[in-house]
């Protein structure tokens, strides 16, 4: 992809993030005075200011370390991301060398089903063979049904996967291409032996990830930017986290996230400001910002991988897991959860037709004892969203649902709305503020 590709698609992406923001403030039943008052408040307030992470320290990941060990860091340490550092630049004076980006559970996610549908393809690919397609032609297939663009470790699944199926007699329809969840179903025990268990997953390093899906760029602030700044980054332009560099150094000071955010405004209960805004319904603010048709859900009975690929499909973080006519919210899947089944495969027994209700019957009794799955968090539309915020928060969620009667899912309100209810982009802001981190980003 050529720089003039590169514009055309930041153009578009930025028409993206305006629609959302336009929409946020014309439904916003606030006084204008307010807004401005809150605003210029947040662009007085220094960066350096705001609490750092747990233990003072951010946690980093080398981009030699596996995809596995990746996701027993992210687990172990109960993240959804980390910077990803370049090793051979560790004592460079400039951050853009140091770190290369950041690795979280989207771009896993994204590796994983693009693994998934490289390896139904050469599988397929293995029976076109025998019709006389001819083995060479399997790379190709694959790139062309594909558009792959993954790890160079791709191409090594791809033997694995042929090897697999040779070795285990499977009959695969001639097709040249299924999807994931095709994929998943089809192929059985062999598929996760082979995606999860065996390569690429224990051998492909981290920076191959991070450099083929960047979904979550490397975008820091520094010390002495402001709030506003990094409300905006993590509303409107939808990052999920945002790196704290000190001007002229190369190491993270601090990385905030949107949840420590709200946890955060959560801290400002009993001050003027803060309860204005949090007694009104949501509704009065405009939320969820979405109307009903536009929920993206699981039904119980379809596969945990469709799931995962729904997700990555439209770009978002969990969703609601329902049942019958009515969309009735039985449960709720994070992209986070994909690590149980890349960390504790031999779990789930039924491997070739796994449901999302098996799956989450599974997780459920793994960590009933450590109290780590817990009910859909919901609230109704008369719900203030001073009671939201405390949800979220108290809760470490990252999203709400709201249900009407019958707990039918009528809409989701994210960390990312709620930031983006207390603030607005003052005029020329973009270009004054976030042009330069925005340049280097492109650049690199």
């Known amino acids: 992809m050529d720089k003039s590709q590169d514009k055309t698609m930041d153009t578009a992406t930025t028409v993206g993030y305006d629609a959302y923001f336009e929409t946020v403030q014309s439904r916003k039943k606030l006084p204008i005075s307010l807004q401005e008052t809150l605003t210029s408040a947040f662009a007085s307030i220094p960066v350096s200011s705001f609490p750092k992470v747990p233990g003072g320290k951010v946690i980093e990941i080398s981009a030699e370390t596996s995809v596995s060990d990746t996701v027993k860091v992210l687990s172990e340490c109960n993240i959804l991301s980390a910077p990803v550092t370049d090793m051979e630049k560790a004592n460079s004076n400039d951050w853009k060398e140091r770190y290369i980006g950041i690795i979280d559970y989207s771009a896993i996610v994204l590796w994983v089903l693009q693994g998934a549908e490289l390896a139904a393809v050469a599988l397929s690919a293995t029976s076109a063979t025998a019709a006389g397609v001819g083995a060479g032609a399997i790379g190709t297939l694959g790139a062309v049904a594909l558009g792959a663009t993954g790890p160079v470790a791709v191409a090594g699944l791809a033997a694995a996967a042929v090897g697999a199926a040779v070795a285990g007699g499977l009959a695969v329809d001639k097709g040249m291409g299924k999807d994931a969840p095709t994929a998943a179903s089809e192929l059985g025990d062999d598929f996760y ?3 999860l268990q065996e390569e690429p997953f224990k051998s492909t390093k981290v920076r191959e990830v991070v ?31 945002v790196p704290v560099i000190e001007p002229g150094k190369a190491f993270m000071k601090n990385f905030i996230t949107q949840s420590a955010v709200v946890r955060g405004l959560e801290g400002c209960r009993g001050l003027d400001w803060f309860d204005c805004i949090a007694a009104h319904p949501i509704s009065d603010l405009g939320l969820p910002f979405m109307s009903r048709d536009q929920v993206v859900s699981i039904d119980s009975s379809e596969l945990i991988l469709e799931a995962f690929k729904r997700m990555k499909d439209h770009h978002i973080g969990g969703l609601p897991v329902v049942e019958g006519p009515k969309r009735k919210i039985v449960g709720n899947l994070s992209i986070r959860d994909i690590r149980y089944l890349l960390l504790q495969p031999n779990l789930f027994s039924n491997y070739r037709h796994l449901t999302v209700n098996d799956f989450m019957k599974t997780v459920t009794s793994m960590c009933q004892e450590a109290g780590r799955i817990m009910p859909p968090i919901t609230c109704k539309s008369d719900t203030t969203l001073g009671d939201v915020i405390h949800s979220l ?6 999203r709400i649902y709201v249900v009407a009667e019958e707990d039918e899912v009528i809409g989701v309100i994210t960390l990312r709305d709620v930031i983006s209810c207390f603030i607005y982009e003052p005029p020329n802001y973009y270009d004054e503020y976030l042009g330069y981190s925005a340049e280097v980003l492109l650049d690199r």
Do not use: G, Q
Request: aromatic content about 8%; charged content about 20%; cysteine-free.
């Open 193 to 195: 032996k082979v995606i």
């Open 211 to 241: 450099k083929s899906f960047r979904s979550t760029p490397f975008l820091p602030v520094s010390t002495e930017s402001n709030m506003l700044t990094v409300l905006l980054l993590l509303s409107k332009y939808r990052m999920r986290n």
């Open 393 to 398: 928060a108290s809760k470490s969620v990252h």
